[in-house]
Nanobody, 125 residues
Framework: QVRLEESGGGSVQPGGSLRLSCAGS????????MGWFRRAPGKKRERVAL???????IYADDVKGRFTITHDNARNTIHLQMDNLRPEDSAMYYC???????????????????WGQGTQVTVSS
């Protein structure tokens, strides 16, 4: 069974940086697409960034220019470099992967069939 495990979360001051990683295991095939989501208390889950096997990316408007998603297709691994962090970036960050039954096209949140347990990011002074 596919497992996703996040790492790299922590506590930083505003303007600081963190690098999140997500390693997929339990599957021999490349996952079609992977991404990062986040959820803060009192807010709904939001998509942060995603990347497919070609390297095409999509970012949330409020992280463009500050966050960068990268991947290693051979290892079903993705990273999220987060720079210039703001207090409003504080959230639990989740790694997710498109299910193998995905038919293609722009994915919806429901198309992400695999999820990690999350890693906490806290930005405060």
């Amino acid at each position: 069974q596919v497992r996703l495990e996040e790492s790299g979360g922590g506590s930083v001051q505003p303007g600081g940086s963190l690098r999140l990683s997500c390693a997929g295991s339990g599957i021999a095939l490349q996952l079609p697409a992977m991404g990062w989501f986040r959820r803060a208390p009192g807010k709904k889950r939001e998509r942060v960034a995603l990347i497919d096997t070609r390297g095409d990316t999509i970012y949330a408007d409020d992280v463009k220019g500050r966050f960068t998603i990268t991947h290693d297709n051979a290892r079903n691994t993705i990273h999220l470099q987060m720079d210039n962090l703001r207090p409003e970036d504080s959230a639990m960050y989740y790694c997710a992967a498109i299910g193998l039954d995905w038919r293609g096209g722009l994915p919806t949140d429901g198309d992400f069939g695999y999820w990690g347990q999350g890693t906490q990011v806290t930005v405060s002074s």
